[in-house]
T-cell receptor
Framework: ETGVTQSPTHLIKTRGQQVTLRCSSQ?????VSWYQQALGQGPQFIFQ???????GRGNFPPRFSGLQFPNYSSELNVNALELDDSALYLC?????????????FGSGTRLTVV | DAKTTQPPSMDCAEGRAANLPCNHS???????VYWYRQIHSQGPQYIIH???NNETNEMASLIITEDRKSSTLILPHATLRDTAVYYC??????????FGTGTSLTVIP
């Protein structure tokens, strides 16, 4: 069985630009969650997608948006990038409503906004 | 309001037991407490979870107080490879999990 793959692993963007991060789910999983981890902080929940719809959202502004595709892969889009958006973005796949130990995390995408 | 509270850092001598505490006084009665670790900003790695009984697996032991307001993760014989940030995690509203700020454990040779 394959794990969770995120791409790209690193990228640098300029303030005000838009960025798209990608995540492939583990085989058999139907839900994707996205977390933002600023330097020195724990991961913070952005949102979760199930059946191609947002299924829970943390305290993030609307310029953070997402998509889930029929094959359960997902994208995280961030518009109008700000310097504080610099962080490690983690994707985790799971079965809907499942416990945390059933989540599979990717290695993350390191975004730097300059 | 913080869902979990952990000391920011701890040291442990190699080969000794590492005891990492966590307060989670607002945990719901039917929710697990989970422990994960993260090495070099990789994805979080599962260690152990529990509801109200003490738990043990090949990686660690988990001691949960009777009132469920706190727990302690025990790494029985810490090695240099156990140097990492350890997170005590509980479920929050809206399908999220609250990681908190974690404890940075340094295992010293």
């Amino acid at each position: 069985e394959t794990g969770v793959t995120q791409s790209p692993t690193h990228l640098i963007k300029t303030r005000g630009q838009q960025v798209t991060l990608r995540c492939s789910s583990q085989s058999g999983h139907n839900t994707v969650s996205w977390y933002q981890q600023a330097l020195g902080q724990g991961p913070q929940f952005i949102f979760q997608y199930y059946r191609e719809e947002e299924n829970g959202r943390g305290n993030f502004p609307p310029r953070f948006s997402g998509l889930q595709f029929p094959n359960y892969s997902s994208e995280l889009n961030v518009n109008a990038l700000e310097l504080d958006d610099s962080a490690l973005y983690l994707c985790a796949s799971s079965l809907a409503g499942g416990p945390l130990y059933g989540y599979t995390f990717g290695s993350g995408t390191r975004l730097t906004v300059v | 309001d913080a869902k979990t509270t952990q000391p920011p850092s701890m040291d442990c001598a190699e080969g000794r037991a590492a005891n990492l505490p966590c307060n989670h006084s607002t945990i719901s009665g039917n929710e697990y407490v989970y422990w994960y670790r993260q090495i070099h900003s990789q994805g979080p790695q599962y260690i152990i979870h529990g509801l109200k009984n003490n738990e043990t697996n090949e990686m660690a032991s988990l001691i949960i107080t009777e009132d469920r307001k706190s727990s302690t993760l025990i790494l029985p014989h810490a090695t240099l490879r156990d140097t990492a940030v350890y997170y005590c995690i509980v479920r929050g509203p809206g399908n999220q999990f609250y990681f908190g700020t974690g404890t940075s454990l340094t295992v010293i040779p």
